[in-house]
């Protein structure tokens, strides 16, 4: 067994803290990598304190995870000793199932691994994630990260960038669309910045109207403040599609109305209670609600390539692992441009 350091949890109630354990060894499809770098996610925080199920602790978050190889396994074709390399949301699947084999391995049907807080694919072995300093991940579900981009600022992408790049790819966003994209958080602004490049019109719907300077910055070619009720009935019916990436809880029905006949409304956030929605804010303009999650391993890569080509990371701030807990602090106040970035080094 390997052993390594992290940060972990020991149950819902208690702050993360440093907390040794072991890897598996390196078998003959795996590869090994030190964690550099690490993304804070919401949910990082939302799976600490059981907001959504029950845990499984001791809990080791973090599932933006990029550095460098150390060791690979002898059946190993795709990486060697010094790639750099990442690993998102997912560390296995089944393979098996008709969702696998058409590389959406994130809705397997027979459970996938999750990066931590998951079990692996024995249903027995709980999965530990990236704040840590190193892991071992079947080659399958290791990403090549170009050395072209930001390696810190290229974290984020495993979950933020894939999660929103998957829905509007999927819906085939672009040239002609009039894109809206509510909350200009971690998943926002990456929102913000593919909707651009894939060349919709984009509008940032936020509360804030402090944030109407960074969502032109970012490429916004509109925004709107949904607190005001003038700019909201100016804005009814404008939208061919909403990226809805707010965690807290909101008003669909309110927002379903901004759209189009025959818009569509994708979740990617997620608010810990269920939010209620009217008949009537569907039926009137066949209007679709739809969800969206991470992507697949194929899809991911691709992602990753995209951004190497066009020079898109996220914005972030870097932080020591002693300050996880103001981080979350901070997180949740929506006090953060956009997403903050573990510096391993300081583990």
């Known amino acids: 067994?390997?052993?390594?350091?992290?940060?972990?949890?020991?149950?819902?109630?208690?702050?993360?803290?440093?907390?040794?354990?072991?890897?598996?060894?390196?078998?003959?499809?795996?590869?090994?990598?030190?964690?550099l770098y690490c993304g804070v996610c919401h949910s990082d925080l939302h799976q600490i304190k059981d907001d959504w199920f029950p845990g499984i602790f001791p809990m080791v978050p973090g599932h933006e995870i990029v550095g460098r190889v150390?060791?690979?396994?002898?059946?190993?074709k795709n990486f060697k000793v010094g790639d750099l390399a990442g690993t998102g949301c997912l560390v296995d699947s089944c393979r098996e199932c008709e969702n696998c084999k058409q590389d959406l391995e994130q809705y397997c049907l027979n459970g996938n691994s999750q990066t931590y807080n998951g079990l692996e694919q024995d249903k027995k072995t709980p999965t530990y994630g990236g704040y840590s300093n190193s892991i071992v991940v079947h080659e399958d579900f290791v990403l090549h990260i170009s050395d072209k981009l930001d390696l810190a600022a290229t974290a984020p992408l495993l979950c933020a960038g894939i999660t929103t790049y998957s829905p509007l790819r999927h819906w085939k966003v672009g040239k002609g669309h009039k894109l809206a994209v509510l909350g200009l958080g971690g998943l926002g602004h990456m929102g913000v910045k593919f909707g651009v490049?894939?060349?919709?019109?984009?509008?940032?719907?936020?509360?804030?109207?402090?944030?109407?300077?960074?969502?032109?910055?970012l490429g916004a070619h509109h925004f709107v403040v949904t607190t005001d009720?003038?700019?909201?009935?100016?804005?009814?019916?404008?939208?061919?599609?909403?990226?809805?990436?707010?965690?807290?809880?909101?008003?669909?029905?309110?927002?379903?109305?901004?759209?189009?006949?025959?818009?569509?409304?994708?979740?990617?956030?997620a608010p810990s209670e269920p939010a209620p929605v009217a008949a009537f804010s569907l039926l009137g303009?066949?209007?679709?609600?739809?969800?969206?999650?991470?992507?697949?391993?194929?899809?991911?890569?691709?992602?990753?390539?995209?951004?190497?080509?066009?020079?898109?990371?996220?914005?972030?701030?870097?932080?020591?692992?002693?300050?996880?807990?103001?981080?979350?602090?901070?997180?949740?106040?929506?006090?953060?441009?956009?997403?903050?970035?573990?510096?391993?080094?300081?583990?």
């Open 1 to 35: 067994m390997i052993p390594v350091k992290g940060y972990a949890a020991q149950s819902n109630t208690s702050d993360l803290a440093p907390w040794n354990f072991e890897r598996r060894e390196v078998g003959p499809h795996d590869v090994q990598f030190d964690i």
């Open 70 to 76: 150390v060791k690979v396994g002898d059946h190993v």
């Open 285 to 347: 303009g066949r209007k679709s609600l739809a969800g969206s999650g991470i992507g697949g391993l194929a899809e991911t890569q691709e992602m990753l390539d995209f951004c190497a080509e066009n020079n898109i990371v996220s914005d972030i701030e870097m932080i020591d692992i002693k300050d996880i807990h103001t981080a979350y602090e901070r997180m949740e106040k929506g006090d953060v441009r956009y997403r903050f970035v573990i510096d391993m080094a300081t583990l």
């Open 197 to 217: 490049a894939f060349g919709a019109e984009v509008t940032v719907l936020s509360t804030s109207p402090k944030k109407e300077a960074d969502a032109k910055k």
């Open 229 to 269: 009720p003038e700019q909201v009935k100016a804005a009814r019916g404008s939208f061919d599609f909403i990226l809805d990436t707010v965690s807290a809880e909101h008003d669909l029905n309110m927002y379903l109305s901004l759209l189009k006949t025959d818009g569509t409304m994708i979740c990617v956030g």
